[in-house]
């Protein structure tokens, strides 16, 4: 986790309502089911409270980053939703970003988050300091979730987490050879 960024201790109800806060509400490993936007083996979501245009960058172990810019990867990760605050008042939840990871296996290796603040637009930088929240959810179970104060033009890397599973190494049955006793 990077200098200034705040692990929040989030509680969630069994059973609760999901509020569209970047947060799982309702315990399940999910964030933000029913909000419009996936989830899968990975799922990072970036939710803020103003006006303002943030921007998610997730890179995966092969280098790929996934962004507004380029929303699939070639190791299976999507952005699925790319919001602009006040830049696009009419959008749904104008104020998330989702990345997500579908596959039963996604690559192992390193991912790291990071979260830009666009200053291209009054839209967006007379939104001010804004607060943020990033949570990350692996195989149905929450990493993480984080807190933040991001200021307009800021660039700020959040969090990063590896994926290590075992390699199944296939084998091959061995040969007798001829006169062989098993």
Do not use: K
Request: aromatic content about 6%.
């Amino acid at each position: 986790v990077a200098s200034g960024v705040t692990v929040v201790e989030a509680s969630c109800t069994q059973g609760a309502q999901e509020v569209c806060n970047g947060l799982d509400d309702n315990c399940n490993g999910q964030i933000d089911e029913g909000c419009g936007y996936q989830s899968g083996n990975i799922q990072i979501t970036l939710a803020w409270n103003s006006g303002a245009d943030l921007d998610l960058y997730v890179r995966d172990p092969g280098g790929e980053t996934l962004s507004y810019s380029h929303t699939r990867a070639s190791s299976g990760g999507h952005l699925d939703q790319d919001a602009r605050g006040q830049c696009n008042p009419n959008q749904a939840n104008n104020t998330i970003e989702n990345v997500y990871w579908d596959q039963q296996n996604p690559p192992n290796g390193v991912y790291n988050v990071q979260v830009h603040y666009w200053a291209g637009s009054s839209c967006s930088t007379s939104s001010g300091p804004t607060n943020m929240t990033l949570s990350i959810a692996v195989g149905g179970q929450i990493l993480g979730s984080y807190s933040y104060v991001i200021n307009p033009d800021q660039r700020i890397d959040i969090a990063s987490f590896q994926i290590c599973r075992p390699r199944v190494e296939r084998t091959r049955p061995r040969r007798m050879s001829a006169g062989a006793s098993s």
